[in-house]
């Protein structure tokens, strides 16, 4: 059996404070649509990766620290991060980590959840979204998915447990 370990003490730390930050990079309107929630994406590559190492107190501090940085309603983003993390330590259960085919599925899935989450957060409270703009994210995290997830994968070494 293999084991993933940190290659270095923080690197969940690290990397979900770097999907923070491109989560905030200023882009032109036209393709701030298309930005996909990268600390979602950490979230699911440490789910996938390390699941023993991701608790919910991470995502939660992760969200509250996402809702201060974008002044959206100060737990919109922590309530999505928990529920993103505890159902893909829950759905990685039962893959393999190496099938991509089944981390698009939990990735549409998980994706999904989290943007009805915000949707349903954001009609309560009166903000009117952008129409089918907004389920771009949904699309642009599914194709950026190789990408970041083979990225992250340089912040953890697999080992063998004897």
Same mark, same amino acid.
């Given at each position: 059996?293999?084991?993933?370990l940190?290659?270095?003490?923080?690197?969940?730390?690290?990397?979900?404070?770097?999907?923070?930050?491109?989560?905030?990079?200023?882009?032109p309107?036209?393709w701030?649509?298309?930005?996909?929630?990268?600390?979602?994406?950490?979230?699911?590559?440490?789910?996938?990766?390390?699941?023993?190492? *991701?608790?919910?107190?991470?995502?939660?501090?992760?969200? #509250? %620290?996402?809702?201060? +940085?974008?002044?959206?309603? @100060? =737990?919109?983003?922590?309530?999505?991060?928990?529920?993103?993390?505890?159902?893909?330590?829950?759905?990685?259960?039962?893959?393999?980590?190496?099938?991509?085919?089944q981390?698009?599925?939990?990735?549409?899935?998980?994706?999904?959840?989290?943007?009805?989450?915000?949707?349903?957060?954001?009609?309560?409270?009166?903000?009117?979204g952008?129409? *089918?703009?907004?389920?771009?994210?949904?699309?642009?995290? #599914? %194709?950026?998915?190789? +990408?970041?997830?083979?990225? @992250? =994968?340089?912040?953890y070494?697999?080992?063998?447990?004897?």
């Amino acid at each position: 059996m293999i084991e993933n370990l940190p290659r270095f003490p923080g690197a969940i730390w690290l990397t979900l404070l770097m999907g923070l930050g491109l989560n905030n990079v200023p882009l032109p309107p036209e393709w701030s649509y298309w930005r996909p929630d990268f600390v979602v994406l950490s979230l699911i590559h440490w789910a996938l990766c390390m699941r023993q190492n *991701l608790n919910l107190f991470v995502a939660f501090f992760m969200g #509250l %620290l996402a809702d201060t +940085i974008s002044y959206s309603l @100060l =737990g919109q983003h922590a309530l999505g991060y928990v529920l993103v993390s505890y159902l893909a330590v829950r759905l990685s259960l039962r893959m393999s980590a190496e099938a991509f085919l089944q981390q698009f599925a939990l990735i549409f899935i998980v994706v999904g959840i989290f943007m009805l989450i915000n949707l349903w957060i954001r009609g309560v409270t009166g903000n009117v979204g952008p129409g *089918l703009l907004y389920w771009m994210p949904l699309l642009s995290s #599914l %194709l950026v998915w190789p +990408i970041y997830h083979g990225i @992250l =994968g340089y912040f953890y070494v697999p080992r063998k447990m004897v």
